[in-house]
């Protein structure tokens, strides 16, 4: 296997977790019977140039051309989206003359943002069903995979763009050096790109193993990010820690060269964490297999346990991340009952790979679980809340990463 960005065959393994399917392909009842894709999800480093990555068992287009995934149904992201409109409008003076391009601008839940405010803009989104309804609420969207072509077009067409916004597509691109000298091609020569993406350091230092699916092939550091925006004319100039997705980083970059090097102390900070951490070198990737099989056990422990006193377990959530838990642990309908979603499209199907049955978040109320097994751990203090009347009969919400806690 070669590195997806710098081509070398030097690799060595950082996580294995097994064969696993589509962490978004939720069954409907009568596929239970039916027989069931399942790829390898073994992630590795590059000795070279050290980033951490998963070989492309599925394409991009079986993955993305139909997504499930709306932007939209999360109230959260939109403030998100709304928030950092505001920001770059005002840090990059933006107006009429600016042009902004979003990269997967899924059902344009941002770009509307540029809309209201009256900045020409536009989405390039490969999803042609989330992308029908970005065009519902006014925002141009071209339904294509953006790359050097793509990007060599729309150039030719005018006009170069002021802000590029990559919200977490990064770690989508299989392609990653078409991708970024796309990018390249399309930015005006002072044009400004920001990319959001989960951060490796927090997905070691906090054991998020359950945030690698197949979806996202690289899991970014500052320092690889740096090195491959910097092999394409890119310099990073500022970067901004957010708590999306468990830790994610918003770096700020240009052509290099556009203005004078100046890197901002928050660059030069990450940086030094980063290099405290190893992972300008192989050490700081050696040992983090030995905790995620740990945690697995763990898990397992606390399962069997409750499980042989007769106790009963069910899931809270059903997302991409808690897919990947449970066919790494193993856990299926003999552990975990089943689990509830707010979600209406999940009711009535079933988890991939490990067939556990979805139901309505009322649920938990009829079943009277003992424990509530809680799947996205990211939105633990907001679903403990939600969560607060299975006290009323003495339940405990349990909690696996980063470590297993039950409260
Ligand atoms: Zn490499």
Redesign the pocket.
Known sequence: MS??????AE?RPFVDLGMSPLCESFLAPDALDRMEPFYPLSVFV??????VQLAEYVSPEEIFREYAYFSSYSDSWLAHAASYTRAMTERFALDGRSFVVELASNDGYLLRNFVSRGIPCLGIEPAANVANAAAAVGVPTLVEFFGRRCAAELAARGPSADLIVGNNVLAQVPDLNDFVAGISLLLAPHGIVTLEFPHLLELIDRNQFDTIYHEHFSYFSLLATERILGAHGLEVFDVETLSSHGGSLRVFARHAGAEPPVAGAAVEALRKRECEAKLDSLAGYEGYAQRVAETKRNLLAFLIEAKRAGRSVAGYGAPGKGNTLLNYCGIRSDFLDFTVDRNPYKHGRFLPGTHIPIFPVERIREARPDFILILPWNLRREIAEQLSYVREWGARLVVPIPELEVF
């Open positions: 590195c997806r960005f710098c081509g070398s690799s590059c000795s070279r140039c050290f980033l």
